[in-house]
């Protein structure tokens, strides 16, 4: 879509995707279907409120780390938001729960994306956590990776595979980065 001068932009990246289904859960649930569609909501719901929202794939494909580090760089973006779904075992369906990791700079903006979708009661909260992965250590800007909950839990994947949860935590992730974009 187009850019429009002096507007926030937001770069958006739904993991995994193609030959890479990300985790894989119950009943098949696949993680880069769910972070795809969220992902798609989030970019559409901050374009409708003049934010300059750029998706890492808009579709079914395979995309390496770097290039999406690259492309947040690549539009000096303000803000990226790395969106996944968890998996630890199907023996452990007990298992569920919201985790937002940030590495640098990334905390505030976590912490206001946690709270909105935890704000939604839809999700147990497993914590705001620091780590080292590739995207968060290798992008200049605040930068975030958000688990949405586990595809091998028992709660979540029964959530993740309806629209309307997705569409909540489309909902919840757009509230939480305008209230960060908009805090001084
Ligand atoms: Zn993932």
Known sequence: GSVKSGAKVVVIDPGHGGADPGAVG???LQEKRIVLDVATQ???LLRRQGINAVLTRTNDREVDLPPRVAKAEGVNADV???LHANAISLSRPDINGLETYYYATGYRLAKSIHSSIRS????ADRGIRQARFYLLRKSSMPA???ELGFTTGRIDAA???TAAHRKRLAEAI???ITTYLQEP
């Not at 939604?120 to 999700?123: A, E, F, I, R």
């Open 159 to 161: 959530k993740l595979k």
């Open 174 to 176: 757009a509230r939480g």
């Open 42 to 44: 989030v970019h559409d």
């Open 80 to 82: 990226f938001v790395s």
């Open 26 to 28: 119950i009943g098949g």
């Open 144 to 146: 975030v990776l958000v």
């Open 120 to 123: 939604t009661g839809s999700v």
